[in-house]
């Protein structure tokens, strides 16, 4: 137990500057089993992980407990506050929970009601998931939140319904296709919109030792912008291919190949681009970057955030 004293629970397991590391890393907190757990033992492994930080491990405690506990943490709690996260907002809860979504609006678009309706389940889904793992710095109203969500929901709806009756007479192929279409686009509103405080305020930026330089705009824009990318691309092999497979699965049960293609895509996507994003001081704003080089000189080339997932 000696060499556990100095246990650093913060250090990542694999190397998150690698997108193998960071898939890796993903894989292990995405684990949707960890959901079944109850809030007592979530509450235990953070108080675990807490008691490590502290430099004070419990007697007779395992290197491998500590992993462990500190995954159920990384699962389970917000990385800016420390707070449990709501369940379905969860990355951990984004396989069978996107699962049956995906699976409904794929199986249920050729009727407006059913695709209102399903679009309409998939983006409250969706503003919730992106409220949960905002960067918590930056705090946001619940008329901003109402708003951010009425105008991603009219999004997708407005894709899909116009698509649906554009591609009345089209191929069922592409009709299957309009899902993913009103999904993305959906994307690209409702994310900006839900984290609009950061692009408005800026997100805060620190050092590579973590102390806080000041609040960047364009910072929030480049992570806001890998977010948008990684949740695209986490829904387009599933929206994209199983489309096809479903033609001949029509009879047969095609959630079961969405769980296989989010079981791998969640972490993948989660995985395209670091967790701690990075930026270069001369990309900064024009006030920031002076500010950081009248302090620190060309001793901070860099400065690092939580983009969010």
């Known amino acids: 137990m000696e060499a556990l004293k100095g246990f650093d629970i913060d250090a990542p397991r694999w190397d998150q500057s690698t997108f193998m590391g960071r898939l890796k890393h993903f894989f292990n907190i995405t684990d949707c089993r960890t959901v079944l757990l ?50 379905i907002g969860r990355m951990s809860f984004q396989v069978p929970g996107g699962m049956a979504i995906t699976g409904f609006m794929l199986q249920f678009y050729r009727t407006v009601p059913a695709v209102v309706f399903w679009q309409w389940v998939n983006q409250s889904f969706n503003a919730l998931v992106n409220y949960t793992n905002r960067n918590a710095a930056s705090p946001i109203t619940p008329k901003q939140i109402g708003v951010a969500y009425v105008t991603a929901t009219s999004t997708a709806l407005a894709t899909a319904v116009g698509l649906n009756l554009y591609t009345k007479k089209a191929p069922p192929l592409v009709a299957r296709w309009v899902p993913f279409a009103a999904v993305a686009a959906a994307n690209c509103v409702n994310i900006p919109m839900m984290r609009q405080q950061e692009i408005l305020n800026g997100i805060a930026v620190t050092d590579e030792d973590g102390n806080q330089l000041g609040h960047s705009r364009k910072a929030a824009v ?13 829904a387009a092999p599933g929206m994209i291919i199983l489309p096809i497979i479903m033609q001949r699965l029509e009879k047969y049960r095609f959630m ?28 900064l704003e024009p006030e920031l970057r002076e500010s950081i080089i009248s302090q620190y000189g060309d001793r901070v080339s860099y400065v690092y955030f939580n983009k969010g997932l």
């Open 38 to 87: 109850p809030d007592s033992r979530l509450d235990e492994a953070k108080a675990l992980v807490e008691s490590c930080r502290a430099g004070s491990v419990p007697p007779g405690t395992t290197e491998e407990q500590l992993h462990y506990a500190k995954k159920l943490y990384d699962s389970a709690f917000h990385p800016d506050t420390g707070d449990r996260m709501n369940l």
């Open 222 to 234: 480049k992570g806001i912008t890998q977010v948008v990318i990684s949740r695209v691309t986490m």
């Open 256 to 283: 079961q190949v969405s769980m296989m293609f989010l079981i791998f895509m969640v972490p993948a996507a989660c995985s395209l681009f670091p967790q701690r994003c990075s930026m270069a001081v001369s990309k």
